[in-house]
């Protein structure tokens, strides 16, 4: 599904995510990598961002990246989180392995109608550019009903280098089926 370039939350949500891999490289770099014996996965805080993100941080350290994005040597390395604030925050959470990015996210509004299934809940594979990039996203809906939430997949190559629609699709969906099933928000009917 092909989404307007113009769409304005879509251009909000795709700037958010390349500067999210420009602050999570950040974090990475001060950090020293995957911060030692610390897990990176404890909330900051007792702030319902701080608590949903370390949700999602841990889903995706449990969720063998590396065998499911194809790179089974690579060391998974926690890039950071950030959190749109707002009336209903939107949680971001990224790891990078190997030649990709995922970055996890929540939040309360879909962009696009659903046009097809993921785990049994509403998807949609959204796509657009922002800043001149191509910017891919998977959102599923938290329940199977649909209209409750949304999660979001968004995986990309670290070094900002083109990605093919297909390949991040299919990761994205991938990456989907094996983590949202075990998150908080997800209703299985």
Known sequence: M??????????LIA???????VVGAAVVWNAGGAGGDSDPCQPASQSAADK????????LKKAGLPALLGVP???PVYAGQMTV?????????????GPYSVILSTGQAAIAKPTEQVAGHPAALLSGTSG???VNRLEVDWSAAGGTGVYAVDVMMVDGSAMAQSDAGRLERTVAAKVLPGLPEWHAG
């Open 2 to 11: 092909k989404v307007p370039h113009s769409g304005a939350r879509f251009q």
């Open 15 to 21: 700037a958010l995510v390349i500067g999210g891999l």
């Open 52 to 59: 949903t993100g370390s949700q999602l941080c841990a889903a």
């Open 73 to 75: 040597g690579a060391k």
């Open 85 to 97: 604030p707002g009336s209903s925050p939107e949680v971001h959470v990224e790891w990078n392995v």
């Open 132 to 134: 001149g990039k191509q």
